[in-house]
């Protein structure tokens, strides 16, 4: 059916539905970015977390990695490593 063959009571009811369908999707989309942006405060904090621990701990901490990425050392671990590097250089 053509615009013009519609009456102003039929174009009213399609305007209605489409604005409870636009209505439905900015909802979905407001509880999807609501919920993407929770994740992301969650992982940062998380993170935060883990590089303070990391950063501030009295034990030695190694993390290896795949190839493509270094290893990382904790303070204590690269005092540690670098000790026994120069007593194996003292052997």
């Known amino acids: ?3 013009r063959d ?3 009571e039929e174009l009213l009811n399609e305007l209605q ?3 409870k369908a636009n209505h439905s999707l900015q909802e ?3 509880r999807h970015v609501s919920e993407s942006k929770k994740l992301e ?3 940062r904090l998380s993170e935060e977390k883990f590089r303070l621990v990391f950063e501030n701990t009295s034990e030695a901490i190694l ?3 795949p190839i493509r990425k270094p290893a990382e050392f904790s303070g204590l671990a690269m005092t540690s490593f670098r000790l026994l590097a120069e007593m194996a250089l003292l052997i």
């Open 6 to 8: 519609k009456t102003k």
């Open 41 to 43: 405060i969650s992982l």
């Open 63 to 65: 993390f290896t990695q």
């Open 1 to 3: 059916m053509h615009l």
């Open 28 to 30: 979905s989309y407001n």
């Open 17 to 19: 539905e489409l604005q």
